[in-house]
């Protein structure tokens, strides 16, 4: 029964079947062959659709640039299939060869779509530069598929400048930086280079400000007549520069290679350096009193250029040196010799280091009725803002006023004295040719001269002066009065023959 089925379904099969030509061994194995491809093709294209590898090139570029460079990161997508689809190209049937990948390592497979890709180049085509308006879809939007010609399609391309431009974009991609890194060291070297700048700078001013402090401790004018770079006498401040700059590297290229408009030497820079040298040691005298009681000694006087001058210094007691301090703070011009101006004017001096008078326990003036009056002086004017102020008559202007009143005035013999002492000062610097003599007496006898004083009615420190220079000098000051007189006592006795 079996048997007759089977030959009946056989029957059957041979008379329904069409005819078709006689077919070889190799044709019946092709044809199987085919059909379990195209079998698997269609198996595979079902998994396809249902899964597919994010980094199969079917699917779109990262938008974001940390995605796109974690997937730049990975590499060509290179699946490895026991088969891979095959495509009929007249009679020959063609697929992709995994083998490509070893020969050509910038290709990658997409087996969604069965077709090829370039990486560099899918990559980087959208890169600007050297590949703006070359580009080639077959490998890098549409994919290539052409399997009958693709060793040699695969070297052209290869070939192509396009693509080589894409490889070293791909390889400085791979071994160079982030734009963050990047843009980091940038800023790096650019803080680095500004911080070197500014150290040069630092060391141009600090040789400045050095010329500066030594000109104005000693009292020296900074400017000259004519500051031009032909002038012989510049001032002392540019032929101080001049000089240093032949010995100081930093010095010298600051000035010949420096910008023009930045060398810091003109009058206003000058002006400038004194004003922030006051301001940092007003400062440094701020810190140094900051929360102490101080005393304040002043004085006017006119000077050279007959203007009123108001001389200020505060005094306070440092615990650490256990020892009074007295600062110079500064001079202020007068306009008026008032109380209230001069109050005024120390009172703008002493604000300007922010003390204030209920810190202040002394004030220490001369004896003028403007600064000692008691109703209407400086005196009263302070005491008005702090009545615990103590004033104090200046010692030395005290002591003056008692030895000229008590003893230059009443004493005959002290005030023939300083009277003698004044006319040896005017007998010998009144005349050159009688400081000649006293000279060649001083080369004669190796003794050291020491400078004659005037006698000064405001400065009581002039009389001792006076008094000890003729004390040191008095043997020289007798030989020259013993000379002198024979001298006077020839002429005399030659006018009287």
Known sequence: MLRKTKSTSTTLYTFFKPSSPKQTKTDVNEKNLLINETNDSENYSLISDKICDPCDPANALPKYQLEKKERIMKGPFCPILEVYPRSKFGNTLRSFNKSWYLSFDWLEYSPKLDRAFCFPCRMFVTSSGLNAGYTDLAFTQVGFKNWNNATSKFKMHQNTKNHSHNVKAHSDFLNGKSINIVLDDCKTLLISQKEKQRQNNRSIMRRLIDVTLCLAKSGKPFRGHHENMSSVSKGLFLDFIDVLKKYDNVLENHLEKGALNAKYLSNRIQNDLLTCINNVMKRTIQSKIKNRTVSIMADETSDVGHHEQMSVIIRYFDEEKCQPIEYFIGLQRLLSVTSEAIFNSLSIQISNLNIEWKSVIAVCFDGASAMSGK???????????????????????????????????????????????????????????????????????????????????????????????????????????????????????????
């Open 375 to 497: 109703f209407n002086g400086v005196q009263a004017k302070v005491k008005e803002l702090n009545p615990n102020i103590s004033y104090v008559h200046c010692y030395g202007h005290c002591l003056n006023l008692v030895l000229v009143d008590c003893l230059g005035s009443k004493n005959r013999v002290i005030f023939d004295f300083f009277g003698c002492v004044q006319l040896i000062y005017s007998f010998i610097e009144g005349s050159p040719s009688r400081h000649a003599v006293l000279e060649r007496i001083v080369q004669e006898t190796n003794i050291k001269l020491k400078t004659l004083k005037s006698l000064s009615t405001t400065r009581w420190a002039c009389r001792s002066e006076s008094v000890s220079a003729i004390e040191n000098n008095y043997l020289i000051l007798f030989d020259f009065i013993c000379i002198n007189a024979k001298r006077l006592f020839t002429y005399s006795n030659n006018d009287i023959t």
